[in-house]
């Protein structure tokens, strides 16, 4: 009779186990088979690398942001308090950085932007340089970007969610990332004021339901075949599985019994 040690090293043994888990690495066989007849076709899964004229907009917005918020943190840094100083830096940091992207992805994707803010922008600009300096300028300065950033933070998200584009894909996720955390920053002088930011517009269109699968009968049944295969056999497996650890248990009793006997003589 084997001691409960030989027993568990038993249980434990690599070919025991391989054995035991050969029906469920069959059953993954036949799920990846199935799924491969399942497929629609053979069409290709690269990604379209094409510039579209919305993706285009995504780098003319990020650039024109850039270019009025670079010049506002530098105001920010001579004329705000000193919350507005840090925050003023860290914006003008982040488009910096971001200003080197943008044009590294126009030249990639053959996509031009500007070199200017918008007239819009240069008003902003305008009414940063005739504030006074100190809580003046801070509330144009929180105000103004707040609103800007507001903007801007929907039209990226559109963007990211219906691109084409993998490069403008993960460009824009940054360039959202970064407008979250200015708005953040911006808040966080308690100078915005929210009341006079635009209303949020929500979507009240139903969206679509999607493709339906177009399985016909065939599949239909080898769908439900696939289910029962893969449930019966998972079954079998935990069930291999919870005979074999309950006989090693059973056939371990006697041996401790023999020997708790033995002590005791």
């Given at each position: 009779m084997r001691s409960a040690s030989e027993l568990t090293a038993l249980?434990?043994?690599?070919?025991?186990?391989?054995?035991?888990s050969r029906p469920l690495v069959r059953i993954l066989f036949v799920v990846v088979a199935v799924l491969a007849l399942l497929a629609p076709g053979s069409a290709s899964t690269a990604q379209t690398t094409a510039v579209s004229p919305t993706d285009s907009v995504l780098l003319?917005?990020?650039?024109?942001a850039g270019l009025w918020e670079m010049p506002s943190g530098m105001m920010a840094m001579q004329?705000?308090?000193p919350l507005v100083k840090e925050v003023g830096f860290a914006i003008m940091m982040d488009?910096?950085?971001?200003?080197?992207?943008?044009?590294?992805?126009?030249?990639?994707l053959n996509s031009p932007v500007p070199d200017q803010p918008s007239d819009e922008q240069r008003g902003w600009l305008l009414e940063e340089m005739n504030?006074?300096?100190g809580p003046a300028f801070d509330r144009v300065f929180a105000n103004r970007l707040r609103a800007a950033h507001g903007?801007?933070?929907?039209?990226?998200?559109?963007?990211r969610a219906g691109t084409r584009n993998d490069d403008v894909r993960a460009f824009a996720t940054v360039g959202n990332q970064a407008v979250m955390r200015h708005m953040t920053m911006l808040e966080s002088t308690g100078m915005v004021d929210y009341t006079a930011l635009p209303e949020p517009a929500v979507s009240t269109t139903a969206a679509p339901a999607g493709a339906?699968?177009?399985?016909?009968?065939?599949?239909?049944a080898v769908v439900a075949a696939l289910f029962l295969l893969v449930g019966g056999g998972l079954f079998y497996v935990?069930?291999?599985?919870?005979?074999?650890?309950?006989?090693a248990r059973t056939s371990s009793r006697p041996a401790t019994a023999v020997r708790a006997g033995s002590s005791h003589g």
């Open positions: 249980e434990l043994d690599p070919p025991t186990a391989l054995e035991r003319t917005k990020v650039r024109q004329k705000g308090s488009h910096g950085r971001l200003d080197v992207a943008t044009r590294a992805l126009s030249a990639k504030a006074a300096p903007q801007v933070f929907a039209i990226l998200a559109q963007l339906p699968l177009g399985l016909d009968t065939s599949q239909i935990l069930r291999q599985i919870k005979g074999n650890r309950s006989r």
